[in-house]
């Protein structure tokens, strides 16, 4: 394959933006080479500026359960934009798509929509400091809730992908409001709560995490911080950004049947259009003005736009929709494992739903510091060698994989051919 105009397009970009991006992992940079310059996505394919064609496995990562382009959901864009593209003034479009995020979601009796995950998650913990008249927030090492100060503290994502693990910027006085605990450690979680569980206003966690590649919590755990919040007086707050409408049709907290007291979503509720809400309790979300005193606004909020894709979206992906992602994955399991047993090459591969990411490690990754321990040249490699055969995954060990409706047999059969040939390289 040939980059030529990947690579003068990514000189020009570093000329307007720190690094050539406008969100740090696209760099490519924990991977070593240059990045991709996308021109178009049609389906479950990417195009770059050179012509060559990707199977997308990051799906804008996550957000396109039906795909590049899905017509369905492109029409009701059209359709809007020729009746404005926003009001700042309140829409029945928003009710309606509210409505639906009820239905899926029945913990959240009342929400409100923002524009990013990051806005979401940032709101749900002053909401959660606001109700309790507490400070302190609890979140978990090699989790990402976005850029918000109070959770640039050993997070995951591109914080991780770029070794960085608390960022710059983040006054000390803001960041020691924040204490993390190691994923599925129940002892450290206890121990926690019995010496500081009265200061604390809300746990935020990512029910399956997402962003130190796919490590889904254990129930137990999940379910004893549950009881502890209960106990304590502090909120939980599930951050099923990434994990609605993929760790399970109607998210992890349908998954494991545990009900939160604040959830944030984004990401596939928006279509690929920027979309995210939060809500939980209605008697919590009494506390956000205009109704109570946690002020929390937006110029762009609930988007006609953005709404309109949001609808399109989640209309046209059924159950029976989100079944077949899952048994794409659980298929592609069993054939990546079994390559990995040919090579013998040391493969976990971990998934939930319809999201998965594939990890060199002899053990299964059960944490941050695990994930950290895997074979991060490894992965360089997979990864390098999975893109110049045309298959696009995340350019970091520390992100997750996802499918849509538009991958079918031809794509399967396809990854698992390039599979096979980059494990045969890395037994090299
Ligand atoms: N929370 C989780 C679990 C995420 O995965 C992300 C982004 O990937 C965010 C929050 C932040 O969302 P956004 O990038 O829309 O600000």
Same mark, same amino acid.
């Given at each position: 394959?040939?980059?030529?105009?990947?690579?003068?397009?990514?000189?020009?970009?570093?000329?307007? %933006?720190?690094?050539?991006?406008?969100? &740090?992992? *696209?760099?490519?940079?924990?991977?070593?080479?240059?990045?991709?310059?996308?021109?178009?996505?049609?389906?479950?394919?990417?195009?770059?500026?050179?012509?060559?064609?990707?199977?997308?496995?990051?799906?804008?990562?996550?957000?396109?359960?039906?795909?590049?382009?899905?017509?369905?959901?492109?029409?009701?864009?059209?359709?809007?934009?020729?009746?404005?593209?926003?009001?700042?003034?309140?829409?029945?479009?928003?009710?309606?798509?509210?409505?639906?995020?009820?239905?899926?979601?029945?913990?959240?009796?009342?929400?409100?929509?923002?524009?990013?995950?990051?806005?979401?998650?940032?709101?749900?913990?002053?909401?959660? *400091?606001?109700?309790?008249?507490?400070?302190?927030?609890?979140?978990?090492?090699?989790?990402?809730?976005?850029?918000?100060?109070?959770?640039?503290?050993?997070?995951?994502?591109?914080?991780?992908?770029?070794?960085?693990?608390?960022?710059?910027?983040?006054?000390?006085?803001?960041?020691?409001?924040?204490?993390?605990?190691?994923?599925?450690?129940?002892?450290?979680?206890?121990?926690?709560?019995?010496?500081?569980?009265?200061?604390?206003?809300?746990?935020?966690?990512?029910?399956?995490?997402?962003?130190?590649?796919?490590?889904?919590?254990?129930?137990? %755990?999940?379910?004893?911080?549950?009881?502890?919040?209960?106990?304590?007086?502090?909120?939980?707050?599930?951050?099923?950004?990434?994990?609605?409408? *993929?760790?399970?049709?109607?998210?992890?907290?349908?998954?494991?049947?545990?009900?939160?007291?604040?959830?944030?979503?984004?990401?596939?509720?928006?279509?690929?259009?920027?979309?995210?809400?939060?809500?939980?309790?209605?008697?919590?979300?009494?506390?956000?003005?205009?109704?109570?005193?946690?002020?929390?606004?937006?110029?762009?909020?609930?988007?006609?736009?953005?709404?309109?894709?949001?609808?399109?979206?989640?209309?046209?992906?059924?159950?029976?929709?989100?079944?077949?992602?899952?048994?794409?994955?659980?298929?592609?399991?069993?054939?990546?494992?079994?390559?990995?047993?040919?090579?013998?090459? &040391?493969?976990?591969?971990?998934?939930?739903?319809?999201?998965?990411?594939?990890?060199?490690?002899?053990?299964?990754?059960?944490?941050?510091?695990?994930?950290?321990?895997?074979?991060?040249?490894?992965?360089?490699?997979? %990864?390098?060698?999975?893109?110049?055969?045309?298959?696009?995954?995340?350019?970091?060990?520390?992100?997750?994989?996802?499918?849509?409706?538009?991958?079918?047999?031809?794509?399967?059969?396809?990854?698992?051919?390039?599979?096979?040939?980059?494990?045969?390289?890395?037994?090299?």
């Amino acid at each position: 394959m040939e980059y030529v105009e990947s690579t003068k397009a990514f000189y020009e970009a570093q000329k307007v %933006f720190p690094g050539g991006v406008n969100s &740090p992992v *696209r760099a490519f940079g924990a991977m070593e080479r240059d990045p991709i310059f996308i021109e178009k996505g049609e389906g479950a394919y990417l195009y770059d500026v050179d012509g060559n064609h990707y199977l997308d496995y990051v799906l804008s990562w996550g957000p396109l359960v039906l795909g590049h382009s899905d017509s369905r959901v492109v029409d009701a864009i059209v359709e809007q934009a020729n009746k404005g593209t926003s009001y700042g003034a309140t829409t029945p479009i928003e009710t309606e798509l509210g409505i639906l995020l009820q239905s899926l979601y029945p913990s959240m009796e009342q929400l409100r929509f923002v524009n990013s995950g990051t806005e979401a998650t940032m709101s749900a913990i002053r909401l959660a *400091r606001g109700y309790t008249g507490r400070k302190r927030i609890v979140k978990f090492s090699g989790c990402y809730h976005g850029h918000g100060d109070s959770f640039l503290v050993e997070a995951g994502s591109g914080v991780a992908t770029y070794g960085t693990s608390n960022s710059a910027g983040v006054p000390e006085e803001i960041a020691n409001l924040t204490s993390t605990l190691p994923y599925n450690d129940m002892a450290a979680l206890e121990d926690f709560f019995e010496l500081h569980g009265n200061e604390v206003a809300g746990v935020i966690i990512e029910p399956v995490a997402g962003n130190m590649g796919l490590v889904p919590s254990n129930y137990i %755990f999940l379910q004893r911080i549950r009881q502890l919040t209960e106990e304590f007086g502090a909120l939980l707050i599930f951050d099923e950004v990434m994990t609605g409408s *993929r760790a399970a049709y109607r998210g992890a907290q349908e998954a494991y049947s545990i009900q939160p007291d604040i959830t944030t979503l984004a990401k596939v509720i928006g279509g690929g259009l920027p979309c995210a809400a939060y809500g939980g309790k209605r008697e919590i979300m009494a506390f956000v003005s205009p109704l109570g005193s946690v002020y929390q606004a937006g110029t762009l909020s609930g988007n006609p736009l953005a709404m309109a894709a949001g609808l399109a979206t989640l209309k046209n992906y059924h159950e029976e929709d989100f079944n077949q992602l899952v048994n794409y994955v659980e298929r592609l399991k069993e054939a990546v494992l079994s390559l990995a047993e040919q090579y013998a090459l &040391p493969v976990q591969f971990q998934s939930f739903g319809s999201m998965f990411s594939i990890f060199f490690s002899e053990t299964p990754v059960e944490n941050y510091a695990d994930a950290q321990a895997s074979n991060q040249e490894m992965f360089k490699r997979f %990864f390098s060698g999975l893109l110049d055969l045309g298959i696009y995954i995340p350019p970091s060990q520390y992100e997750t994989l996802f499918v849509s409706t538009k991958h079918g047999e031809v794509e399967f059969q396809l990854t698992v051919e390039a599979i096979d040939k980059v494990f045969q390289s890395l037994c090299r």
